[in-house]
């Protein structure tokens, strides 16, 4: 094997981490990625139709208040000025997001400042008195009220998790963030933007190096590839960003993650809802959100008259999908800990990315956790030849 390093995934975790090997310590670094293209959950492609660009695996929008990773991504495409606003569509009526004073004045027909609404939601907050949430929901309620509770986030939750919010752990929400101002801008990052030119040009101008080889279609467990574990554990360093059970075979259980489904659909119109994303709270609606990607770029020349937007679906995921957000039940936390362990053991192979460590990670915070373990694990240990782990 003529290389340096082998990458297990082209997402940003991936990426930066060979970019960085192949720029600045100069290694011949081979990515490998199972599926038919790079930038795993962040590419975009047009739509062919309209020429809008589409995000594949659900909206995606950067934001960070990182210097370190902002300098960074800033050499590989400039950002526009989008600024992310939510709405949902709860009982009929269009509210914004997350819940403001805008939100709270609309939902109970009033002009209230925001000590009046804040002593308003403090009081409906204290239903369940001294009892210590035992669910979701009783969670919920004790930090937002029932009111709220209910039109906001029960018919949500309830869709996200095809579970109904009593069944649910009270663990998973720990705030659920209400402003007591008008504000209504979904990120409060200082750089927020969208990469001018898209997502997989900017994915692409990253793996743009001399020194780096992508090679797609290839998945890290087909023997039949050079490539592949067997072939490569133990005889070079692998930076993984694979899912961490399946690098195991499973061996201590599977995690569990949610996963979504996207339907996609062409209109013969202009604007299908003035935004572009709409959740929706209402239980008998099926889809959570749908996307309409044309307002993600305002300063396009797109079509006037057709639009792309995207209906998305939650549920609990098996092997065969696209693991998206892990559940991280206690269950979970017991076999990564397992897998953690099995990790350490594991020579030469750095674990990454929100697969590799199980974890949800925004695209800045993968990109963050590639740059701090290429300094900290990566660069001391290549340079004097020991094993990155
Ligand atoms: P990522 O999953 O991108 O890459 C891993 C790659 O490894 C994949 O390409 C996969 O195919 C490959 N791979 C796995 N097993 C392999 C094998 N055996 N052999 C070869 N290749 C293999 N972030 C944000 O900042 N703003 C946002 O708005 C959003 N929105 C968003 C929506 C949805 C629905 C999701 C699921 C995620 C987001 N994100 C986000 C998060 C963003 O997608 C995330 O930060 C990055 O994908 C993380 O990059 P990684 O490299 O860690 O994983």
Known sequence: MDIDLLVVGSGFYGLTMAERC??????????????????????????????????????????????????????????????????????????????????????FRAAYGPEEAKALI???????GDKSPENLEEKAISLIGRPLYEAFVKGYTAKQWQTDPTELPAGIISRLPVRYTYNARYFSDTYEGLPVDGYTPWLEKMADHKNIDVHLNTDFFDTSQPF??????GQIPIVYTGPVDRYFD?????????????????????????????????????????????HFHPERDYPKDKTVIMREFSRFADRH???????????????????REA???????????????????????????????????????????????
């Open 321 to 339: 999908d696209e693991p998206y957000y892990p559940v991280n039940t206690a269950k979970d936390r017991e076999r990564l800990a397992a897998y």
């Open 122 to 128: 403090i009081e409906q907050a204290q239903e369940l």
């Open 22 to 107: 192949a720029e600045e310590l100069g290694l011949k670094v081979a990515i490998i990625e199972s599926r038919h293209h790079i930038g795993g959950n962040a590419y975009s492609e047009i739509e062919p139709e309209t020429g809008i660009e589409v995000h594949r695996y659900g909206a995606h929008l950067f934001h960070t208040s990182n210097e370190r990773v902002w300098d960074y991504v800033t050499r590989f495409t400039q950002f526009t000025s989008y600024i992310h606003h939510v709405l949902t569509t709860v009982g009929g009526e269009v509210y914004q997001m997350p819940i403001n004073l805008g939100t709270i004045n609309q939902f």
């Open 343 to 389: 990790m350490a053991g594991e020579k030469n192979v750095l674990f990454g990315g929100r697969l590799g460590t199980y974890q949800y990670l925004d695209m800045h915070m993968a990109i963050a956790s590639a740059l701090s373990a290429y300094d900290n694990r990566i660069s001391p240990h290549i340079k004097t030849g020991e094993p990155i782990v």
């Open 250 to 294: 499973y061996a201590e259980g599977d995690l569990s993650w949610r996963t979504l489904d996207f339907e996609e659909e062409v209109l013969n119109v202009g604007d299908f809802q003035g935004t572009s994303v709409m959740n929706y709270g209402d239980e008998d609606v099926p889809f959570t959100r749908i996307h309409e990607f044309r």
């Open 228 to 233: 592949n574990k067997d072939s490569a554990v």
